[in-house]
């Protein structure tokens, strides 16, 4: 039996704190967890959407009781099709996040590799990410390769 499941409505609060230790250990990261309490409806009625275009897997925490101990989360999005993706699904990851007494038990790897399905399984043919040094070692050995990507954010 897997230690990975999908995430439900009741892990929103823990899905929101393993969000933020992943946001606490990006340079720049913003620390602030106010908007938590504005997020959490958000958050479990898209973890309550089986069908939807969102998934989270998560693994409980080993040793804290109704703690998890890590979290892979991420999206299919359409995009118009293009060679090798011509019916233009792609996965997007956003959080992997890992709870630091829980580290280096293969978790985010498990997590990973749900995830990865559940994109097959919807019919995506390209997943992106964006890696931290310290998760990329992970990613290449999943099969994810550099892509020199002029990407530009504006936040509204």
């Known amino acids: 039996m897997s230690l990975v499941r999908r995430a ?29 309490t504005e997020a959490l409806p ?19 925490h080993p040793d804290r009781p ?24 792609a996965g997007y990851v956003f959080s992997v996040a890992t709870d630091p007494e829980a580290r280096r038990r293969g978790y ?13 399984e919807r019919g995506a043919r390209q997943v992106m990410l964006t890696a931290s040094p310290e998760a990329e070692p992970l990613y290449v050995s999943l099969g994810f390769v550099h892509k020199p990507d002029p990407t530009m954010i504006l936040t509204l």
Not at 19 to 35: E, F, K, N, Y
Not at 108 to 120: G, K, Q, S, T
């Open 108 to 120: 985010a790897r498990a997590c990973m590799d749900e995830l990865l399905a559940w994109f097959r």
């Open 42 to 60: 958000s958050l479990r009625r898209k973890l309550g959407e089986p069908d939807g275009e969102f998934a989270a897997f998560v693994v409980d």
């Open 8 to 36: 439900t409505p009741e892990d929103a609060e823990e899905v929101l704190r393993l969000r933020q230790v992943m946001i606490d250990a990006l340079p720049g990261g913003d620390a602030s967890t106010a908007w938590h």
């Open 66 to 89: 109704g703690a998890l101990g890590a979290l892979v989360a991420g999206t299919v999005d359409y995009r118009i099709g293009k060679a090798g993706n011509p019916h233009g699904l």
